[in-house]
Nanobody, 127 residues
């Protein structure tokens, strides 16, 4: 069982930056592929970024590639999402998730890969 708590969301002007954090409970954090997803009002939850168990492999949605960086600190049981050059269309609730299934990054973009989810943190970007 893993419990996830996101933080770092807020209100930011377009072009600004935010760093989201997700703190995980338990001693097995390093055994999970970690992902960030987001859900805007009236839209389905969508993939943003994922990172392998050791942090050596990452994946990004095209919409955030080049503007966002996912990272993790296994000693702190925390995964981060640094978002730069924010746009109004980045406005959403951002969720972190922990996925089992071993070390592979296969299907890391799929919601179904992830067994544990946080409650989300709101990001609002205004122009």
């Amino acid at each position: 069982q893993v419990q996830l708590v996101e933080s770092g969301g807020g209100l930011v002007q377009a072009g600004g930056s935010l760093r989201l954090s997700c703190a995980a409970s338990g001693r097995t954090f390093s055994m999970y592929v970690m992902g960030w997803f987001r859900q805007a009002p009236g839209k389905e939850r969508e993939f943003v970024a994922a990172i392998s168990r050791g942090g050596g492999s990452t994946a990004y949605a095209d919409s955030v590639k080049g503007r966002s960086t996912i990272s993790r600190d296994n000693s702190k049981n925390t995964v981060y999402l640094q978002m730069n050059s924010l746009k109004p269309e980045d406005t959403a609730v951002y969720y972190c998730a922990a996925g089992g299934g071993g070390a592979t990054m296969a299907k890391a973009t799929d919601l179904g890969r992830y067994a544990y989810w946080g409650q989300g943190t709101q990001v609002t970007v205004f122009s």
